[in-house]
């Protein structure tokens, strides 16, 4: 079964870092991009960042560019998000999800439709 977990949200205040993990199982991740996407209530999904299968090549929205970093280990089948200088708008839950490449990642919400495999999500708040 392809399934995608994230992990490693919580409470934090404005100012501090996380690290989010997404898991694979069920495929081998090193066949595709993985993006990590946000959502937070009443608003549309967006994506964050994006990080290709083949050179690692990272894809930031403006909004996190200086701050999150992505990174993936094909060995151990995860790709991790730092976020490091959290604010409270980042306050979302946070998704990974796959596809064949990033395309031109710009992280607008109409690109979530190129991502499958989405995973439950995991819950970041940033107090401030």
């Known amino acids: 079964q392809v399934q995608l977990e994230e992990s490693g949200g919580n409470l934090v205040q404005s100012g501090g870092s996380l690290r989010l993990s997404c898991t694979a199982s069920?495929?081998?991740?090193?066949?595709?991009?993985i993006g990590w996407f946000r959502q937070a209530p009443g608003k549309e999904r967006e994506g964050v960042s994006c990080?290709?299968?083949?050179?690692?090549?990272?894809n930031y929205a403006d909004s996190v560019k200086g701050r999150f970093t992505i990174s993936r280990d094909n060995v151990k089948n995860t790709v991790t998000l730092q976020m490091n200088n959290l604010k409270p708008k980042d306050t979302a839950v946070y998704y990974c999800?796959?596809?064949w490449g990033c395309g031109y990642f710009t992280g607008h919400p109409s690109e979530t439709a190129d991502f499958d495999s989405w995973g439950q999500g995991t819950q970041v708040t940033v107090s401030s």
């Open positions: 990080i290709t299968s083949n050179d690692g090549n990272a």
């Open positions: 999800a796959k596809a």
């Open positions: 069920g495929f081998s991740l090193d066949l595709y991009a």
